[in-house]
C-alpha cells in the first residue's frame, strides 16, 4: 500500500508536461482590411508567454522591410513562433504551450503583402495544421529584428510543428476604419475553416478594457449560430490588464486533453475586479 502511494507521488512529481501546440488566429491583413491597428493577436501572446510584467511590449506591428522578412525570426513566412511556457492549470496539471501567430505581414515599401511566397488567402492559409520552417527562431519583440544575435535564440522543433487546437481572436474595441461587419465575416469563415479541420477552438474577445457591449453581443451571437452546432467557447482577455490570458489557453488545453472537470471561465467584469 505504501509502495502504492509513493509511486504514484513518484510519477506525479516526475510526470512529463503535456504538449499542447496552438496557432493563434483572427483578422490580419493591410490597413484597408484590419482598420489603423491589429486585432490583438500577438499582444496576447506577448502576455502569455513572458511572465514578467517587464516583457510585455504592445509594438507588434506587421509592417517590415524586406531584410526583416527575410530574417531568420520571419523566415519568409506570414507566421511568428512565439516560443514555449508551462503552465499549471488549476487542477495540478502542467500544460506546455508551443504558440505560433499566423498573421499577415506587410511590405513597409508598397504597403502591400508580401508575396514572395505564393500563398492561399489568409482565412484559409491560417487552419493550416501541419507547419514546419527549417531554423525558424522564435520572435520575442520588433527590435529583436536584424539584431537576433543580441536576444534569447530559441528554434522553432524541427520538423513538422502540428496544430492541436486553435485561439481565434475577436477584438471588442472599436477602431478606426474597421467595421464590424468585416471583422464578424472574416471571423466567422476562419471558424467554418477551423471546424473543418476538426481541431478544438476557442474563441478569445480582445481588448476588453476598451470594450463595446454592442460588439459583445454579435461576439456571443455569432458563436450560437446554427452552424457551429457545438457552441464555442467564449473567454473575455485583456491583454494590457493580463485578465483572462492564461485562462483562455487552459480552456482550449482542457478540451485538446478531453479534461473531464469543469473549466472556470470567468466573465470580463467579473476577472477584472479580482486583479
Ligand atoms: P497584426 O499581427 O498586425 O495583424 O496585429 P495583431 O492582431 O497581432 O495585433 P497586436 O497585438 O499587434 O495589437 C495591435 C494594437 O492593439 C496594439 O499595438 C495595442 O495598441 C492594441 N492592443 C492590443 N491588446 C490590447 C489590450 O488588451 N487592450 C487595449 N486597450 N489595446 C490593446
Ligand atoms: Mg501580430
Redesign the pocket.
Known sequence: KIYCRYKKQFEKTTALPRYINVA?V????AEKE?GA???????????FMRLSSDDFK??????LSNSDFSGRVVNNDNF?YWGDVIKTSEEGTDYMFRVI?Q????DDSTFQPFCGVKTDPYIKRCVATKIESPEKLMYICRSQLGIEEKYEQKVLPPGEFSVDGFLC?F?V?V?PGRSIVKQLETVTNILTNIKNTKKPVVLVT?????FNEAYVQEVQKLVSHSEFKKAIPIVE?????N?NVDAAFIALAHIIDRFKGRTKIVPYLESVKTT
Open positions: 493563434v483572427g483578422l490580419s491583413g484590419k491597428v491589429g486585432v490583438g493577436k500577438s499582444c496576447l501572446c506577448n502576455r504592445d509594438d507588434h506591428n506587421s509592417l511568428l501567430e498573421t499577415e505581414f506587410i481572436v477584438d474595441s477602431v480582445t481588448k476588453n478594457d476598451k482577455t485583456s491583454a494590457y490588464l485578465v
